[in-house]
Nanobody, 125 residues
């Protein structure tokens, strides 16, 4: 079992920054891949970024208005924590952000075994 707790969400103006944290407890954190997903009202949960258990491999979403270049995922295995640094935020980034843990590096929601409760990010003009 892995327990995940997100923090760091909040309200910010467009162009601002936030850093989300996800603290993990339970099984060995350093052997699992971690992902960040988000879900806006009325929309499906979507992939944002993931990081391998070593931290050497990262992937970012490549949809329209991609987060690549604006968001950065990292992890500190000594602290059992994964981070999502979000810069140049846009109103369309408004969503509940979730961290997730899984065995494989995947962009798919259904391939993650453990989820946090989510943290709200609201970006206004």
């Amino acid at each position: 079992q892995v327990q995940l707790v997100e923090s760091g969400g909040g309200s910010v103006q467009a162009g601002g920054s936030l850093r989300l944290s996800c603290a993990a407890s339970g099984r060995t954190f350093s052997r699992i891949a971690m992902g960040w997903f988000r879900q806006a009202p009325g929309k499906e949960r979507e992939f944002v970024a993931l990081i391998s258990w070593t931290g050497r491999i990262t992937y970012y979403a490549e949809y329209t208005d991609s987060v690549k270049g604006r968001f950065s995922i990292s992890r500190d295995n000594a602290r059992n924590t994964v981070y999502l640094q979000m810069n140049s935020l846009k109103p369309e980034d408004t969503a509940v952000y979730y961290c997730a843990a899984g065995v494989s590096r995947s962009r798919r929601v259904d391939e993650y075994d453990y989820w946090g409760q989510g943290t709200q990010v609201t970006v206004s003009l």
